[in-house]
């Protein structure tokens, strides 16, 4: 696609239920990170995938955060039993051949109530 | 302003001034900058970008300047218009590892 697509763009979920985000990166584009920010802060760095190679797992918070990308391509973030400081804006981005100019997704915004 | 919690540090400045955002940044082993502009329920945009072995670069309306010295980046925002009002973060990437670090981010904010 002409960009990075996320989805859902918002999701409300009650404390302790799992939660599965997605990220469909720019077609050709062979790194795709997960970052996370939390209300007015800057962007904390989860996940980064590069080709077939092995994750970067070294930003996951807590052994409940998972991600997988699959084919090269599409990748879900999922979070199981969620809870409230699981509350965030999460962001995918891709970029080509790992470079550092990465293009955002418009995020999904994460609510655990 | 301090960053603390929920609040950022923001930058009102007044349409056709010229904007300076500031940003300091951790690992003196960074090769390489990035400042990105984040508008309201969007994802970062790639603004500019510099290498550490320059000192300034510019683009169109903006220009970063590092100084490697004091480990200190700054944006410079030519005469402001109402569209530049986002949060700006810079973003490093310290040599070796894989990801972006981002700052905690500046808020603009242009009145007319």
């Known amino acids: 696609g002409a960009g990075v697509s996320q989805s859902p763009s918002n999701k409300v979920t009650e404390k302790g239920k799992d939660v599965e985000l997605r990220c469909d990166p720019i077609?050709?584009?062979?790194?795709l990170y997960w970052y996370r920010q939390s209300l007015g802060q800057g962007l904390e760095f989860l996940i980064y995938?590069?080709?077939?190679?092995?994750?970067?797992k070294s930003g996951l918070p807590s052994d409940r955060f998972s991600a997988e990308r699959t084919g090269g391509s599409v990748s879900t973030l999922t979070i199981q039993r969620t809870q409230q400081e699981d509350s965030a804006v999460y962001l995918c981005?891709?970029?080509?051949?790992?470079?550092?100019?990465?293009?955002f997704g418009s995020g999904t915004r994460l609510t655990v109530v | 302003g301090e960053s603390v919690g929920l609040h950022l540090p923001t930058l009102s400045v007044q349409e056709g001034d010229n904007s300076i955002i500031n940003c300091a940044y951790s690992?003196?082993?960074?090769?390489?900058f990035i400042w990105y502009k984040q508008e309201s329920g969007k994802g970062p945009q790639f603004i500019i970008d510099?290498?550490?072995?320059?000192d300034k670069r510019q683009g169109q309306r903006v220009t970063v300047l590092l100084n490697k010295t004091v480990k200190h980046l700054s944006l410079q925002i030519a005469a402001t218009q109402p569209g530049d009002s986002a949060v700006y973060f810079c973003?490093?990437?310290?040599?070796?590892?894989?990801?972006?670090?981002f700052g905690a981010g500046t808020r603009l904010a242009v009145h007319p």
């Open positions: 981005a891709s970029s080509l051949t790992g470079g550092w100019v990465y293009t």
């Open positions: 077609s050709g584009h062979t790194a």
């Open positions: 995938f590069q080709g077939n190679s092995a994750p970067d």
């Open positions: 690992n003196s082993a960074s090769d390489y």
């Open positions: 510099i290498r550490s072995n320059m």
């Open positions: 973003a490093e990437a310290p040599g070796g590892y894989n990801k972006l670090i």
